[in-house]
């Protein structure tokens, strides 16, 4: 694999989605090693996408990863980078999953993926998953107009009620109720939410019911997950070409406590990950991946991140940060692992 030397320049250009937004003052950025990578996705060129992950309860080593080939479907990869499962899906973008949720009456881990296979009508493509990382079909659900994008899940805590948010390419978000009692489950839309231009990135913090959207040329918003809160945005950190650098791709959640904690942001036109304190939005620091010393590369730009906080087994004592290498020639396009106590200690996080 190639090894991506740190960008060092004060005025560098980011090309993203048409759009060029110069980094008018570089901020110290940290460096963390990767640990391991994932086997190649089969598809070249731009495949690759989103990650989620499922933590295995009572051997946290045996936990598994969920991830796209958006042009393809879905693989299932294990801790140590290797395949455990591809399903044909076609073309869904972005994925996400619940692991304490019941279908059709019994304990599952589902999973859900944004389906772009009809530009014009967003669908939601729905899965179980099994501790030895296969995937099980449930349904393809209508979404809502639009090329679907993003996807992001939420049980609400008050009666456990299962909510999807599938982000169009538009800006537009569809929020579905989700109905799992029976063998095929069903999706009702209950609210349609809207930023203005081209959106994607994803995810909701169960604690405070708040939803987190990346708008990828403007910045990360945030809205009441509720559908009976607000549906007016509030911008939660601006793409300013210094800590945030468009495009703004996957979003990802390290909490701690009631309310406290991070927001990760892929900040792919300077190719690393900014972070911002959840409580006040104000900014954390950031950081890129860059290669380690066994001779696994970096990330060079990226679409989807995910993280989960928790023992992950030795490699990964205080949490799992996933994200998705956009350049990972000579092979196709993958995605690199790495330790969440890295990244805290190197950013000096609480």
Not at 60 to 73: E, Q
Not at 178 to 200: F, H, I, N
Not at 241 to 246: D, E, K, P, S
Not at 259 to 265: A, H, M, T
Request: aromatic share 8%; net charge negative.
């Amino acid at each position: 694999m190639r090894h991506f030397a740190a960008l060092s320049s004060l005025f560098l250009l980011a090309a993203c989605a048409g759009t060029s937004q110069p980094i008018v003052d570089a901020l110290p950025t940290a460096s963390v090693p990767v640990v391991r990578e994932t086997t190649a996705v089969r598809t070249r060129d731009d495949a690759a996408d989103d990650p989620a992950i499922w933590r295995h309860p009572g051997d946290p080593a045996r936990s598994l990863i969920v991830s796209t080939d958006k042009k393809a479907g879905l693989y299932v990869y294990g801790l140590d980078g290797r395949t455990r499962s591809f399903t044909p899906a076609g073309r869904v973008n972005n994925v996400d999953l619940l692991a304490d949720v019941k279908v059709a009456g019994h304990p599952a881990v589902l999973v859900a993926a944004s389906d772009r296979s009809d530009e014009r009508h967003a669908a939601l493509a729905l899965y179980t998953l099994t501790t030895e990382g296969r995937l099980a079909a449930l349904a393809r659900l209508p979404a809502g107009a639009g090329e679907a994008y993003g996807i992001c899940l939420w049980q609400r805590a008050a009666d456990r009620a299962t909510f999807a948010f599938v982000v169009a390419k538009d800006g537009t978000i569809h929020q579905l109720q989700l109905d799992l009692a029976g063998a095929t489950p069903l999706a009702r839309p209950v609210r349609q939410l809207k930023l203005a231009t081209q959106s994607e990135g994803c995810v909701v913090d169960a604690r405070t019911a708040q939803l987190y959207v990346g708008e990828e040329d403007v910045g990360v918003w945030r809205f009441a997950a509720d559908p009976s809160g607000a549906a007016t945005p509030v911008l939660f950190a601006k793409a300013d070409g210094r800590q945030l650098v468009v495009d703004v791709e996957g979003v990802a959640l390290a909490p701690q406590g009631a309310r406290g904690g991070y927001l990760l942001v892929s900040s792919q036109g300077d190719k690393a990950y900014a972070i911002y304190r959840l409580e006040d939005g104000t900014y954390a620091g950031r950081f890129r991946l860059v290669a380690n010393t066994a001779g696994v590369d970096g990330t060079s730009g990226t679409d989807g991140i995910e993280l989960m906080l928790g023992d992950f087994g030795p490699d990964f004592p205080g949490g799992l940060f996933v994200a998705q290498d956009g350049d990972n020639a000579p092979e196709t396009q993958n995605f690199k692992l790495a330790s969440w106590r890295s990244i805290a200690e190197a950013l000096k996080l609480d």
